[in-house]
């Protein structure tokens, strides 16, 4: 018996269900009413969505489904007018829906309670009694019937309400795929873009394009440079290097879309299927998703890596960490750049959150879901400029300090301004564009909304869907802002470049072509501001020259105790490297503390009152053994015979004793050297 009614059941709905409207309803009017439940009532057109929000008349079949046994056994005369005036309304005039009365309800309700329960049918909340008006007329009433503009006051049964966003038939998108489009699931943005024209997006694509290959080119050439001479960027520079291979793959992947227009960002429209083209979501696309990966990934790796720059250069200016300690952090340093935007990136795709984007033809985050633009764009990227900006102030601050407070001679003063200089240029030309990208995002997410109800409101009627119920502000987005947006996310990995840009640039790369390689692989661009140490200060005669120590690299990770010691060496070509030796060796018949030239190409300070003694080649200098602090090296035969006689005679009677007071001053004063290493190229243009 059960089989028979449920193979009656399925029979009331196949019929009911007209094949003529399984097309949405047209342009939200007054339609015949095709239910065969509902047919036969007192009027015969309805109005799409019903009270239920059923989208069309097919779907408010389906969910009367459950009621179809109740109905034919006709446990109440109630029961059947009651459905059909929620599942199928009578229509009135647009935006307007009548209500059955209260008593209407409650009839039918305790009639067909007992068979509802057999059958396993609940009473559903959305048809609770206490919802409807109080009155006790059939439905529809008379004055239903009329227009508002007829009757002296409206019905207290008509309601007028936003049936919110309905996503039209071409949209939709197959259940598994796990779609989302203005909170709507199983539905995606049409693509081309739904906001901009078609020649604005091509004119988009090309400028995107273009901006690609400039950043590809700059950051290509900063990262060549790079593998030319190793050596020659070393920590707190080197995640310069890092930065600008990331951007590198931000405009490569542009790049990437600008060929590839819209194959991967879009899928395809299937005219068979009554299916428009949508926008790609999902990781079900692998071309999307591995653009997507690249994209996002190195985006995040790059800011990260600008922020573990600030942190280096804090931590050579402020605890005075010297280049060898801070590299030891190297492996925390790549752990962190790329571990977290990894984690982001991982989480993004399992959350399904990838999204296409028509106008650049790549996949990215944020585009269509404000949640994920909150928190995966604009969380991670402002807090990496809060972190980046306090820490290089910070950084800056302390070697304006070493420069108003510590004596130094005028040619490491320029040195010190130049490379304050060069750090807060780089940095401007960082911020500036990240701070833009910001605001663009932020504009962005708050003129969503707006922009995607003013699209509501023009395409409505043409895609046969609900149009906004009250529209209190109308927006269209700007190109120029998306053109800016693209832009500044591009050109932020371009400052790389001004970097590395010097003359010693230009002389590595003809050195490179001219098949000139270096065999030094320690490089000659490393500077050193050398601190006073306090106590000597205030023991030494006022006519002796300072002499300057260095605090160095310690080998635990800092340097505040640290006893090594480091001469500036001048980035310069040959000739002015001659020039400066020679200048050099003038001034050591002037003060006994100064600067020679190495076996190995080094400066070292040296005390020329010391016990002449030469040191092998790549030989560690120690404060603590005054024989071996200061070595005199041999020099040329035609420099070296007036000035040794002349240094020998003048300090060979007191070096030890100068040497020993020199080394209890270190050692009573273990936090005063050298401020930091500065990597400045001393004949940039």
Known sequence: MDLLWVLYSMLTVCMAINLEATGSHSMFTCEPITLRMCQGLSYNTTFMPNLLNHYDQQTAALAMEPFHPMVNLECSTEIRPFLCALYTPVCTEYGRVTLPCRHLC?????????????????????MECSRFPECDESYPRAIDLLPSSDGTEESPSSVQ?????????ELKIEPDLGYSFMGVRDCSPPCPNMYFRKDELIFARYFIGVISIVCLSATLFTFLTFLIDVGRFRYPERPIIFYAVCYMMVSLVFFLGFLLEERVSCNAASPGRFRAATVTQGSHNKACTLLFMTLYFFTMAGSVWWVILTITW?????????????????????AVAWGVPGALTITLMAMNKI????????????????MALRWFLLVPLALDVVV????????IAALNRVRMEIPLEKENQDKLVKFMIRIGVFSVLYLVPLLTVIGCYLYEQSHRSVWETTWVQERCREYHIPCPFKVEQTSRPDIALFLIKYLMMLVVGIPSVFWVGSKKTCFEWASFFNGQRKKDAVHESRQVLQEPDFTQLLLRDPNTPVVRKSRGTSTQGTSTHASSTHLAMLDEPPSASTSRASSVRSKSSSFHGSLHRSRDGRYTACSYRGVEERLPHGSTLRLNDPLQHCGVNRLDSHSRHGSLQRLESQSRHSSMRDLSITAQA???????GIHRVVEEDATKA
Do not use: T
């Open 666 to 672: 270190i050692q009573s004063s273990p936090g005063n």
């Open 314 to 334: 804090f931590l050579a200016a402020v605890p005075k960490w010297g280049s060898e300690a801070i590299e030891k952090k190297a492996l925390l340093f790549h």
């Open 388 to 395: 980046g900006v306090v820490l290089l102030l910070a950084g």
């Open 106 to 126: 409650q009839r039918a309700k305790s009639d067909c309670y007992k068979l509802m329960d057999m059958f396993g049918v609940s009473w559903p909340d959305e």
């Open 161 to 169: 309400r936003d049936y919110g966003f309905w996503c039209p038939r």
């Open 355 to 370: 999204e296409g984007d028509s106008m650049s033809g790549v996949c990215f985050v944020g585009l269509y879901d404000l």
